[in-house]
Nanobody
Framework: QVQLVESGGGLVQPGGSLRLSCLASGSMRSIESMGWYRQAPGEERELVASISRGGTTNYANSAKGRFTISRDNAKNTLYLQMNSLKSEDTALYYC??????????????WGQGTQVTVSS
């Protein structure tokens, strides 16, 4: 059973920073592309940033220049460093990963999410 568990969310003032983490665990052979998504109340889930196994990154326009996605393949962990946070960054942030387990490849595992609230 593969699990993704996010951590690091919380309440932060505008202009502040947070670092999200996502730990993948379970019976895995390899983790392919990983990404962070977010969903604000009443909105659709949207991609924030993604990273390939080799480190190629992709960012939503709203994240460019403020957020940095990274991964530690040895630790099966994904990170999202978020700086200069704005109120519009408030959302539930989800970790997503394509994982090859011993029963085959599944392109989209999801974590339960971690809440980020940006407010003064």
């Amino acid at each position: 059973q593969v699990q993704l568990v996010e951590s690091g969310g919380g309440l932060v003032q505008p202009g502040g920073s947070l670092r999200l983490s996502c730990l993948a665990s379970g019976s895995m052979r390899s983790i392919e592309s990983m990404g962070w998504y977010r969903q604000a109340p009443g909105e659709e889930r949207e991609l924030v940033a993604s990273i390939s196994r080799g480190g190629t990154t992709n960012y939503a326009n709203s994240a460019k220049g403020r957020f940095t996605i990274s991964r530690d393949n040895a630790k099966n962990t994904l990170y999202l460093q978020m700086n200069s946070l704005k109120s519009e960054d408030t959302a539930l942030y989800y970790c997503n990963a394509g994982i090859t387990s011993y029963s085959g490849y599944r392109p989209s595992f999801w974590g339960q999410g971690t809440q980020v609230t940006v407010s003064s």
